[in-house]
């Protein structure tokens, strides 16, 4: 087999740069070692950008989108006893969207095949080979049957647990990580949202979330151990322990089954950078942020998106220039995107630092309620800054 683009991965990343590469006519082939079926139902994230949404408006696979994810114009901040609304779309001019990853990846699924993309489901046994020479090649197996890929290059979006980031990180990388000592425990509820945007709570016994997924289903989160398991969590428990946490006078959590139940650990990483040779890395292959900045997916977007662009300037002009400054121009939004998460983590979490380090959070939160300045700052980190390569 050849191609000029070899994809690893067919998350979000992969199957955006895979749609940008042919919107601009370069063929590309995605290799995926889990099935199409579980990739669709893997739950994630479910915060877009308006950056993000800009893109996929562009590639033209938003249209289920806009019919059924939910539009946000602000968050709200909550502490017992007081609730601060941010006007996300009012200090920034730019809107919040609620659209889960996997309805993400099944428009993105569905689009690269109707347009003829190579997407290899299942396969197993992959090989990176020669990507710090000039003509690189993946061996994989699939359906039974061993081949081997040669590409122009090669890109690893195969997530945190992938192979690639293994090979980039062997070439005398820099690797940052910190460990959080606590995790989320999230439940997918079948319950109407009692709220129409999300809110983010700050408690004594640890952080809550109220998110949505649609407008019957809720995604709820609870600040636990680090080493916590499912089992120690009954279903009366969880509610209780939202209810507390998330409450608020005059307002009411609504309940339901509880569908999906996860432990979600809570870690920052970086890759420097984000390339070895013809070998680029891509979305959670090359960066892990705490999902309290809903940043993740709205990364690897951002990375491809310069990706696809760079690749262009190089088979149009043969300039390689912006492959060259690919992974600086990517880590710029991505240092961003961890201070801002980092600070949204410590912001909202029970840090068990004692009460000085309480005191000082909720300063912060004081200073957020009164300062337009403090709000104008946090909103627009967070619905994302401009879509330009020097963010």
């Known amino acids: 087999m050849q191609t000029r683009v070899g994809i690893v991965g067919a998350g979000p990343a992969g199957l955006t740069l895979a749609l940008l590469l042919a919107h601009r006519g370069i063929d590309a082939v995605v290799l995926e070692a889990k099935s199409r079926d579980y990739v669709e139902r893997r739950v994630r994230a ?33 502490r017992p006893g007081q609730t601060v609304r941010i006007d996300l779309e009012g200090l920034t001019g730019r809107p919040l969207t609620v659209y889960g990853q996997q309805e993400v990846v099944k428009d993105l699924i569905a689009a690269a095949l109707e347009r003829g993309i190579d997407i290899r489901f299942d396969v197993s046994d992959v090989v990176l080979q020669d990507f710090t020479g000039i003509e690189p090649r ?36 820099d690797e940052y990580e910190r460990e959080y000592p606590f995790a989320w425990l999230g439940v997918l509820v079948d319950a109407e949202p009692a709220t129409d945007e999300l809110i983010y709570a700050w408690h004594p016994r640890g952080f809550a979330l109220h998110s949505m997924r649609s407008r019957r289903v809720s995604r709820l989160y609870l600040q636990v151990p680090a080493d916590e398991s499912l089992g120690q969590w009954s279903d009366e428990q969880i509610w209780a322990e939202l209810g507390l946490r998330l409450g608020a006078e005059g307002w009411n959590l609504n309940t339901g089954p509880v569908l999906e139940r996860s432990i979600t650990p809570m ?3 970086v890759c420097e950078p984000m390339r070895r040779g013809r070998l680029f890395l891509a979305g959670d292959a090359a960066h892990i942020v705490p999902p309290t900045g809903a940043k993740g997916l709205n990364l690897a977007v ?14 149009e002009r043969g300039d390689q220039s912006d492959l060259v400054a690919y992974s600086e121009r990517a880590l710029r939004r991505v240092w961003r995107a ?17 009460p000085y380090a309480e005191r000082l959070q909720l300063s912060r939160f004081e200073y957020l309620e009164r300062s337009e300045a403090a709000q104008r700052s946090l909103a627009e980190n967070y619905v994302g800054l401009p879509a330009k390569d020097d963010f």
Do not use: K, P
């Open 267 to 269: 870690r920052s990483y």
């Open 138 to 173: 993946i061996g994989f197996s699939h359906q039974g049957e061993s081949t081997t890929l040669g590409c122009d290059f090669i890109v690893g979006c195969d997530g945190s647990h992938g192979l690639s980031r293994s090979w980039v990180a062997s070439g005398s990388r």
């Open 302 to 315: 951002n990375d491809v998106r310069l990706l696809a662009a760079a690749l262009r300037t190089w088979y």
């Open 338 to 354: 961890q201070e801002f998460s980092s600070y949204m983590t410590t912001l909202l979490h029970a840090l068990d630092d004692g």
């Open 46 to 78: 479910g915060v877009l950008e308006h950056n993000t949404v800009l893109l996929f408006e562009e590639l033209e696979v938003a249209a289920r989108l806009h019919r059924e994810a939910l539009r946000h114009s602000g968050v709200l901040l909550r």
